[in-house]
């Protein structure tokens, strides 16, 4: 489903390129006999790639569109529970200190206390780890739903139904956040967001890197990111333009999309089939190709020879199937260990960031708009590295850059644009580092169990995030417990990239079997 580079064949032990590198690939052929169909890797791209338009990106197109609701929901905080502007009401006040140390009917708050859950809920002077509660919980959500219904997508339900089902939770949270009555109900909601939450982008970029062909899937993987950054922009946009209404319109101008969007996905979305396969519905999964290559007349009946694959894992269809097959491999597990340590330290820094952004001197909309724009170059630079460079050392190397200007930050006294570009420096290594570990996660873990790695992945990185809120607030008294933390998590979780195996210019397996076997050609090349 990721970014490969497009030398290289499936198995170093079969004939043929799937790449549409070599000379027969060329020829638009669905049926032909002269190449062994091994793996439904092969299969799915002779029937893909021959017919592949820019007509064929669009359903793909649609599954990513999910990644601006993501996007809005993990940041919306940024401005729902921005800290208010006050002023002193008495001479009894000082506007050099903090209000907390004077009288309350000594100060007030400059605008209308509803466009803040902090001047709502009267929360200004309460604990840092109370202001960060909030945050907090909608990440404890993201990492309880991942959790809970990570395998889902792999299992029982697939790639389209996870998708649709987790938008339409996530945008039902999200109404019911907008009239939350007090703080607690407000954290509640939060925590219900996140859960349901949890395995929307990684469904979406998985689908929508399945159901192209490999030629396309570079295209299709940095598609979901872009996406996620138009997410992330349009919330200053959204906040600016109402900057006077209430914090509870910002839920509803980015949910009422979202619940449109989940019943438009319902009717419309194909579910992969990769995954049909796999599970060993055939029928479907060529009914799926037939609609996604508008290939009607065509037998696709070479898809029949590996229909035992499909049957094998059918067999297996609960909830936890992929879980279990995962965790019994040794060399998966080493290399979900590795790779979750990376996504620890970037999850701190990608999601402390922003929420950070309020402890600078920086104008928040604009600090905040100038974060979002950073998340583009971010994905065209992961771009780039993905087709040109490889995974293991651009993760590391874009990781430590990341936390020595996350360390640059803590050591600037008096703010200013330096400050800020030291922050933008830091958010931006960090965004391609985050970029580029889903493209590799992808292609470290096969078709079986692709979907459970990426959302345990990503889970690590929603405990970074659950972290980074009560380093913020802490972080507002001294810079060292949110900046310099950062960076140290991030340096040094990035370094276990090395222990990883390099996947460019490999193509992706499908069961553990054929994984198992380009290893060991791997190991016997090097030897």
Known sequence: MAVADAAAPLLPSHSGDITGNSPQSKEPSFNKRNSAINSINDAIERYMD?????????LPAL???????????????????????????????????????FPSSSWSYSLP????????????????????????????????????????????????????????????????????????????????SGFARA?????????????????????????????????????????????????????????????????????SMKESPRWLLIKGRTEEAIETLKNLTFTEKQSFSDLTEIENIGAAAAAENNIFSAARILWEKPWAVRRLAAI??????????????????GNLTANLYLSTALNAVAELPSSLAAFLIARWMKRRSSM????????????????????????MAAELGSFFAACTAF???????????????????????????????????????????????????????????????????ETKGCGISDTMEEEEIKEIAARNTRS
Not at 414 to 419: I, R, S, V
Request: glycine share 6%.
């Open 435 to 501: 970029d580029l570990m889903i493209i590799y996660s992808a292609e470290l873990f096969p078709t079986c169990v692709r979907n459970s790695a990426i959302a345990v992945v990503r889970q690590v990185v929603v405990i970074g995030g659950a972290v980074a809120p009560v380093m913020v607030a802490a972080g507002r008294r001294r810079k060292f417990l949110s900046f310099g933390l950062f960076g140290i998590m991030i340096f040094f979780g990035g370094l276990f990239a090395g222990f990883l195996p």
């Open 113 to 192: 206390s509803h466009i803040s859950t902090i001047s709502d809920f009267s929360l200004y002077c309460v604990s840092p780890v109370l202001l960060g509660l909030p945050a907090s919980s909608f990440f404890a959500g993201c990492l309880f739903g991942g959790l809970l219904l990570a395998t889902m997508a792999d299992s029982q339900l697939g790639r389209k139904n996870t998708l649709v089902l987790t938008t339409l939770s996530m945008s039902i949270a999200s109404v019911l956040t907008a009239f939350a009555p007090n703080f607690a109900a407000y954290t509640v909601f939060r925590f219900v």
């Open 340 to 357: 979750s340590a990376v996504s620890f330290g970037v999850g701190i820094v990608y999601y402390g960031m922003p929420l950070s952004l």
């Open 50 to 58: 021959a017919a592949a338009s820019p007509t064929h990106l669009l």
């Open 63 to 101: 599954a990513a569109f999910a990644w601006i609701f993501d996007a809005q929901q993990a940041f919306i905080s940024i401005f729902s529970d921005a800290s208010p502007p006050w002023h002193c009401t008495s001479s009894a006040c000082s506007p050099s200190s903090t209000p907390c140390n």
């Open 199 to 267: 395995n929307i982008s990684t469904s979406a970029f998985v689908l929508s890197s399945e159901l192209v062909p490999r030629r396309h899937r570079d295209q299709i993987s940095i598609l979901n990111f872009f996406f996620y950054t138009i997410g992330f922009l349009s919330l200053p946009a959204i906040a600016f333009l109402n900057k006077t209404s209430s914090w509870r319109s910002l839920y509803l101008y980015t949910s009422i999309p979202c619940f449109f969007y989940s019943i438009i996905l319902h009717f």
């Open 396 to 419: 590391v190397a874009f990781t430590m850059v990341s936390g020595i200007c996350s360390l640059v930050c803590t050591v600037m006294a008096g703010g200013g644009w330096l400050e």
